[in-house]
């Protein structure tokens, strides 16, 4: 498939050591693809499900050891400490790779190596970068031929360049003591062994697309950001486009493909998914930022997704989408997961394996972070712009997080500057996507805490720096948002999903200069009459309330930060420090 001399020899040398008993090339053919499907059904790891109902959709279960990312086990190694920062796990590379390389010593024995020669972003834009990831897994090589392009083209655009990510996952025995997930930016390099699960072993996915990508792009100008990317259109049929950031579980996938409420929709607004979870932003020829999704597919959370509250995921679900960790209804090979219907299967296969009756069963169906990997194509709402290799202008940038008493529904930062302090103060609560405590408050600067390859401090320094390189005229404003404001008794006071539009449309009018807003001690809020609230069964305290703020546990908040930027020590921005001494300042005023 190639002459490739850098990439030959490395595959020579990982094959050497991993010494599997043949090597497959992954050329993106649809025969090849589907001789692969049959072979994992005939192995056992993949289950064929009800090709009528739900046509080229497979099943799959991790082992129980491992069915999520797991944050302790990864690794930025860097020739430095410093250089990966005090929030990344840091091995020395040499360190590293000697104990790698015991571990992947013979691991492919009486396995296939499968070469996987992969494009992150549309082939051949200039916003795009080429990884080749090796694999001994079927469930790795069918899931990367949904999340990024996979093929002969890619080999074609990387010719005889030696400038390619390599990755190398070998599942092992699934061992968690000896599990790593490893990151050498200096070397483009990506090494995953002993897991099965996707977060862990699409190494596109978080481990390319966001730290590997985001130290390519602060050496090359750009940025790589966990971000989805929507367009809203208007009535007129012309279209904005917003990237947002929300940590795990925030409704970032239900807010990329939004159903506009009844009332927008009649007047004629639409929303367009082009990403729900990562953007690579470049500032194009005309000074603006652009937005492109290097990715193919979505890899989303199952459970919680259902008609009411994410149509347009589900309807991507619905073929040539493989499902893992999810239950099985027995009597018809279809899938289920908590919150997609009231209606569990009473013949289930629960996701460990069991068969249970699922109207009885006391446990989990599904696993809470089981997933579907499905190709983005499938979406109802994806846009005419998704495959635009020169990405979509950004107009707006939105932060949010879970906050049930801290953040007001939505404000604006007064400039770049503010903004990116906005983002770096981010906080949310944990959820089930990371391994480890759920329900506590952590802070999760622009929802890269757990992807930024490098660090941190010198990422808000990238961010700043980006900042003065857009044209002031045509620079993205920044908000925040907070969908999960709590009241006195625990409830939440936005109805969220849909009616988010209206919190879209009074930033959209911000950018535009067609709305006001009012100056607060955190930044511009919006006036309460400038929310569309029409049809909306919220009243005028409620809707105040949600605009307001607490300066008491604003400025607890800003303790908690302090306590946090501390661990970066000079090497946080100065920026920084004053934009926190500025809020802090104007709590207290």
């Not at 490893?182 to 995953?192: A, E, H, R």
């Not at 966001?210 to 050496?219: C, D, E, P, T, V």
């Not at 990317?229 to 007129?236: A, F, M, S, V, Y």
């Not at 607890?556 to 970066?568: C, G, L, P, R, S």
Request: glycine content about 8%.
């Amino acid at each position: 498939m190639t002459n490739n001399k850098t990439v030959l020899s490395w595959i020579d040398e990982m094959a050497a050591m991993c010494a599997p008993d043949k090597i497959v090339w992954i050329d993106g053919s649809d025969e090849q693809r589907d001789a692969l499907r049959a072979e994992a059904v005939s192995t056992g790891e993949m289950i064929k499900l009800n090709q009528e109902k739900l046509p080229g959709c497979y099943y799959h279960r991790t082992a129980e050891n491992d069915v999520a990312r797991v944050e302790d086990r990864t690794f930025i190694c860097t020739p430095t400490k410093e250089e990966a920062g005090p929030i990344n796990n840091w091995m020395d590379p040499a360190e590293m790779y000697a104990k790698l390389k015991a571990l992947y010593k013979d691991s492919m024995k009486g396995r296939t190596m499968y070469v996987i020669p992969y494009s992150m972003g549309p082939v051949g834009s200039p916003f795009s970068k080429i990884g080749i990831e090796l694999t001994d897994s079927i469930y790795v090589v069918l899931n990367m031929l949904i999340m990024t392009r996979v093929g002969t083209k890619v080999m074609d655009v990387l010719g005889d360049s030696p400038e390619f990510v390599k990755c190398l996952h070998a599942k092992k025995d699934v061992n968690p003591e000896e599990r790593y997930i490893v990151q050498f930016p200096q070397d483009s390099t990506i090494w995953s062994v002993n897991s099965g699960y996707g977060g862990n072993v699409l190494l596109g996915k978080k481990c390319f697309a966001l730290r590997i990508a985001s130290y390519l792009g602060k050496n090359e100008g750009w940025m790589a950001e966990h971000m989805l990317i929507l367009g809203l259109e208007n009535p007129k049929g012309e279209v904005k486009y917003i990237c947002a950031a929300f940590p795990s579980a925030c409704g970032k996938t239900n807010l990329a493909m939004l159903i506009p409420p009844k009332y927008l929709k009649e007047k004629g607004y639409k929303v367009w998914t082009v990403g729900d979870d990562i953007a690579w932003l470049r500032i194009g020829p005309d000074g603006r930022l652009y937005a492109v999704n290097p990715e193919a597919g979505f890899f989303g959370v199952a459970p919680g997704t259902s008609e009411k509250t994410n149509y347009n995921a589900l309807a991507a679900t619905k073929k040539n989408t493989i499902f893992t960790n999810v239950a099985i209804n027995n009597d018809d090979m279809t899938v289920w997961w908590e919150g997609l219907d009231k209606n569990p299967p009473e013949n289930a296969t629960e996701w460990k394996g069991s068969k249970v009756n699922g109207k009885t069963y006391e446990g989990k169906l599904a696993h809470p972070n089981s997933r579907f990997t499905a190709p983005a194509v499938n979406c109802p709402c994806i846009s005419s712009e998704f495959e635009n290799p020169a990405g979509v202008p950004v107009s707006a940038i939105v932060f949010g997080g879970r906050r049930a008493k801290c953040a007001p529904l939505v404000y604006q930062s007064r400039d770049w500057q503010h903004g990116v302090f906005v983002g770096a103060t981010m906080a949310s609560e944990t959820t089930a996507a990371a391994t480890g405590a759920v329900g506590v408050v952590r802070r999760d600067p622009m929802a890269m805490k757990p992807f930024v390859g490098y660090n941190m401090a010198d990422y808000f320094a990238h961010w700043l720096e980006m900042g003065k390189k857009i044209d002031p005229e045509k620079a993205p404003k920044i908000f925040h948002v907070n969908w999960f404001r709590q009241d006195e008794n625990g409830e939440f006071m936005w109805p969220g999903f849909g009616d988010n539009m209206r919190v879209l449309l009074w930033i959209l009018d911000r950018c535009e200069g067609k709305a006001d807003a009012v100056d607060s001690p955190i930044g511009y809020l919006p006036k309460a009459d400038d929310i569309d609230v029409t049809d909306l069964d919220i009243d005028r305290k409620t809707l105040e309330s949600l605009l307001s703020i607490d300066k008491d546990v604003w400025l607890e908040d800003v303790a908690n930060a302090k306590e946090y930027f501390a661990q970066f020590g000079d090497r946080l921005p100065v920026e920084i420090k004053e934009e926190l001494e500025k809020l802090e300042a104007n709590l207290k005023k």
